[in-house]
């Protein structure tokens, strides 16, 4: 009698490759992309006023951070993949009360939709950290957004389209991709990632490591980089369009800026090398640098608007080197002890950048306008440009092969 042999891969869950980790985000994109420019529309059609509408975004964003430091505890209870599917389907629920269509139910709709990103987010980044080598990481970034190009740049226009022609439709199509993203994880068997199993005692409070986070400046200095990054993009998003505006040049100008500049992520993998060939101190210098330029040019050119719009497009291209390289300072030096805490605190980047970008951004409009929201964009970019000059200058570059009889010369 033949003893019959268990395949490999049942007997072993094969170790996910950074491609396995571009699908995940790629698929994340369709979820999120193709809603980006559908909630600000149905949530002013059920709420009908502006004040409102920006009232709701900031106390979701309250919500927002509030949930994205309980997730560590969460996940002290409950396994790691089991707290992925639970933001996955929280994605499928928010679409179901977007068609439900009520201002409560939309007001639902948006509250799950970001709450269920920030816990991916958290539980993406902690499976990153588990399985990805730290000289692999910038690859990793790479095909994150090379991945997710499609679904950012394709995504806010089609969902716009089809909320007209079919306002179900755009929630459906979301919902379908977070399904399918549901199946792929599962399908790759990441399990809980290493180091994480279920406590033994009370889990602890959402902000005890947060003094430990503050004890590393290492961690502060990627965590702003994150913060000023997304910044920028918010003032790139939400007051390139009003600056178009108000200076005659289209409502649709905004729009189609966007989807030219998300179509540059298809060009992630060639930024990836050349952060490769030099360091990424210098990469993140160069983006900043870029941004600081091109937007403080826009605030000055601000008389003539095709010459301002232009230049804040140029600083947009820097804003994609960011993307690649600006959060790998923080990712390289996470502990292998603390990877879900702080990945916990590094998602807090966006929902802080979104709490204080319209804040600043409405005590400059009480005294300049709209373009001086980009003069207050390239400061703060500039500040970061002062503060990556702190970082390693061989960060995530791969030690050199030793010399015969030599030692290997030592790199972050």
Not at 180 to 203: H, S, V, Y
Not at 302 to 318: D, E, F, K, N, R
Not at 351 to 365: C, F, H, K, N, Q
């Amino acid at each position: 009698m033949h003893e019959r042999r268990i395949p490999e891969w049942l007997r072993h869950a094969p170790v996910p490759s950074v491609r396995d980790f571009g699908i995940l985000a790629g698929l994340e994109a369709v979820v999120r992309g193709t809603l980006i420019s559908v909630f600000p529309l149905i949530m002013y059609r059920a709420l009908g006023d502006a004040g409102l509408v920006s009232a709701s975004y900031f106390a979701v964003g309250i919500l927002s951070l509030l949930a994205g430091l309980m997730i560590p505890a969460l996940i002290r209870l409950v396994p790691r993949r089991w707290a992925y599917s639970l933001g996955a389907l929280m994605f499928v629920a928010s679409a179901g009360f977007a068609i439900e269509g009520s201002p409560a139910s939309v007001l639902a709709a948006l509250a799950l939709n970001t709450v269920a990103a920030v816990t991916t987010f958290i539980c993406f980044n902690a499976y990153v950290l588990d399985y990805i080598s730290r000289v692999a990481l910038g690859q990793c970034e790479t095909s994150r957004m090379f991945y997710s190009a499609l679904g950012w740049t394709a995504g806010p226009v089609a969902g716009v389209l089809l909320l007209e022609v079919w306002p179900p439709a755009p929630f459906l199509i979301s919902a379908a991709a977070a399904l399918l993203m549901l199946a792929a994880f599962w399908w790759m068997r990441m399990g809980n990632g290493k180091q994480i199993a279920r406590a033994r005692g009370p889990a602890s409070s959402p902000l005890a490591y947060v003094p430990r986070f503050l004890a590393q400046p290492r961690l502060v200095a990627g965590w702003l980089f994150a913060v000023i990054r997304s910044a920028g993009w918010w003032i790139y998003v939400v007051y390139l369009p009003i600056f178009a505006i108000e200076k005659g040049l289209g409502e649709e100008l905004g729009g189609i800026l966007l989807s030219v500049t998300n179509a540059a992520l298809f060009g992630a993998p060639l930024l990836q090398r050349w952060v490769q060939r030099h360091s990424i101190r210098l990469a993140v210098q160069t983006g900043f640098l870029g941004v600081t330029g091109c937007f403080g040019a826009a605030a000055l050119a601000q008389g003539w608007p095709p010459a301002a719009i232009a230049l804040l497009v140029a600083g947009s291209a820097a804003l994609i080197l960011l993307d690649i390289c600006a959060g790998l300072p923080f990712l390289m030096a996470v502990k292998p002890s603390e990877r879900t805490e702080m990945s916990a605190v590094y998602s807090s980047y966006r929902d802080i950048s979104g709490i204080l970008t319209p804040g600043v951004a409405w005590l400059v409009l009480l005294a300049a306008p709209v373009a001086g929201i980009f003069a207050a964009g390239a400061a703060a970019t500039a500040g970061a440009v002062l503060l990556a000059g702190n970082l390693h200058p061989r960060l995530g570059r791969r030690k050199p092969a030793p010399a015969p009889g030599g030692n290997p010369v030592p790199a972050e």
